[in-house]
């Protein structure tokens, strides 16, 4: 896309994501709360409103995990109103999973609920911007890292991140878990479900410091990471948040 509608903000890939998990969690239980999970099927009114009936659970779920407070207030607004918009999101999702793409079209068919969706980025940004250089660049780092392996297997786009968070400063750790709510307590565990050799280990390790050495500017949008690295600035991340992967 050429002019992103978020262009002078960042554009949270999680935070957009709970858009579409509204819209493809199974609802039936606490359980499958926690374990969101796609389904293909057509987002029918008497599901949206189970949807609904089960967002504050939700919410008090995941206020305390990952979501920045932002956005669980942004997922908060969301109402019977809203059933078009958020059937036609989960439509274009299941077309074009790209994130931006997303954005710009709701902007441009809902406007409504995208200017709700604006000031959750807006406050996230000022966030996000208050963090220090650190603190942003390895953000940027796993942005992009997700970018390059969002096509992969699961179990390396899993395990890469957890690889490349066990190099991160403890002090750096601790800011980013104070915009993301026990991220790193959340990727540990997610490590802790596959058992790994330190041979597996290295390689993991070997793949993601050959994603992210970048040698080649004009491929995989390395120019437009090396240029986020380097600035740390949020805005600098949008060409490489690519699609929604579940």
């Given at each position: 896309m050429t002019q992103p509608i978020m262009i002078h903000r960042f554009l949270p890939l999680l935070l957009v994501a709970g858009v579409a998990i509204l819209a493809t969690a199974k609802p039936i239980s606490r359980n499958d709360l926690e374990s969101a999970y796609p389904v293909k099927e057509d987002l029918t009114r008497e599901r949206f409103a189970e949807l609904l009936r089960l967002l504050p659970t939700f919410?008090?779920?995941?206020?305390?995990?990952?979501?920045?407070?932002?956005?669980?207030?942004?997922?908060?607004?969301?109402?019977?109103?809203?059933y078009e918009a958020i059937k036609y999101?989960?439509?274009?999702?299941?077309?074009?999973?790209?994130?931006?793409?997303?954005?710009?079209?709701?902007?441009?068919?809902?406007?409504e609920i995208h200017e709700r969706f604006m000031v959750a980025v807006k406050n996230f940004s000022k966030?996000?911007?208050a963090l220090s250089l650190d603190a942003r660049?390895?953000?940027?780092?796993?942005?992009?890292?997700?970018?390059?392996?969002?096509?992969?297997?699961?179990?390396?786009?899993?395990?890469?991140?957890?690889?490349?968070?066990?190099?991160?400063?403890?002090?750096?750790?601790?800011?980013?878990d104070e915009l993301f709510p026990k991220l790193s307590t959340t990727v540990k565990m997610l490590h802790e479900e596959f058992d790994?050799?330190?041979?597996?280990?290295?390689?993991?390790?070997?793949?993601?410091?050959?994603?992210?050495?970048?040698?080649?500017?004009?491929?995989?949008?390395?120019?437009?990471?090396?240029?986020?690295?380097?600035s740390g600035n949020s805005q600098d991340v949008i060409p490489f948040l690519g699609n929604f992967t579940f």
């Open positions: 919410t008090d779920i995941f206020k305390h995990v990952i979501f920045p407070k932002e956005f669980i207030a942004f997922l908060r607004t969301i109402s019977n109103d809203d999101a989960f439509e274009i999702v299941q077309e074009d999973p790209d994130i931006v793409n997303l954005v710009k079209r709701m902007e441009e068919k809902f406007p966030r996000w911007d660049r390895s953000l940027v780092t796993a942005v992009f890292l997700r970018y390059r392996l969002q096509n992969a297997m699961e179990f390396l786009r899993i395990m890469a991140p957890h690889e490349y968070y066990r190099s991160i400063p403890q002090d750096v750790v601790a800011e980013i790994v050799s330190s041979d597996e280990q290295a390689k993991i390790k070997e793949v993601v410091d050959l994603l992210l050495a970048c040698e080649d500017l004009t491929a995989n949008k390395c120019g437009a990471y090396k240029k986020a690295l380097e």
